[in-house]
């Protein structure tokens, strides 16, 4: 089974500052999505940005942007202008787009954004 | 876009009894749902695959007979904690995957169950 990694279970940041948040994986398929999730308290699990392995670009959604390095398999997300809204748990994931579709997640890191 | 709602949103129950927990996709037909359990500040878990009309997936450690899973129609699928104990208290998850959308899973808003 692939395995995601997330080597940083907490995080901080000043308000207003960017921050990086690593996640490396593991697989031996050459076709997948790769996904950050964002769950804040409330627990409900918000798509904040997808990548998709074929393409060599890294994919942006405003402040929130990707490093993508397939070779690597390591697919970091940066927060840029970093606002309050943004603590929350932040998973990284991974999903096959070959076999039973399901998701692999990592085991999160925490995010605190300070005022 | 796509919405999933799950019900309820929490429930607290006494050991031994049995809680249903639905997921249901508002604006679209899910031919496949998900169930994750989450413990506190951990990652998300599969627990099993539902496919309408056919029986579960349950990953390896998943117990079946203890958690039930019916997919009976496109828009919905049940989870069912049979005899529930204390150690079954988490938070369930459930996704359902549009497959005319985009990329097309949608989480559900999770269930906190309690058991005491």
């Known amino acids: 089974a692939q395995t995601v990694t997330q080597s940083q279970p907490e995080m901080s940041v000043q308000e207003a500052e960017t921050v990086t948040l690593s996640c490396t994986y593991d697989?031996?398929?050459?076709?997948?999505?790769l996904f950050w999730y964002k769950q804040p308290p409330s627990r409900q699990m918000i798509l904040v940005i997808r990548q998709e392995a074929y393409k060599q670009q890294n994919a942006t959604e405003n402040r929130f942007s990707v490093n993508f390095q397939k070779a690597a398999k390591s697919f970091s997300l940066k927060i840029s202008d970093s606002q309050l809204g943004d603590a929350a748990m932040y998973f990284c994931a991974y999903r096959s787009s070959n076999t039973g579709n399901q998701f692999y997640f990592g085991t999160g890191t925490s995010l605190t954004v300070i005022p | 876009g796509a919405v999933v709602s799950q019900h309820p949103s929490w429930v607290i129950c006494k050991s031994g009894t049995s809680v249903k927990i639905e997921c249901r996709s508002l604006?679209?037909?899910?031919?496949?749902m998900f169930w994750y359990r989450q413990f506190p500040k951990q990652s998300l878990m599969l627990m099993a695959t539902s496919n309408e009309g056919s029986k579960a997936t349950y990953e390896q450690g998943v117990e079946k007979d203890k958690f039930l899973i019916n997919h009976a129609s496109l828009t919905l699928s049940t989870l069912t904690v049979t005899s529930a104990h204390p150690e079954d208290s988490s938070f369930y998850i459930c996704?359902?995957?549009?497959?005319?959308?985009?990329?097309?899973?949608?989480f559900g808003s999770g269930t906190r169950l309690t058991v005491v």
């Open positions: 697989t031996s398929e050459s076709d997948y999505y």
């Open positions: 604006d679209f037909q899910a031919t496949t």
């Open positions: 996704s359902a995957r549009d497959p005319l959308g985009d990329y097309g899973y949608t």
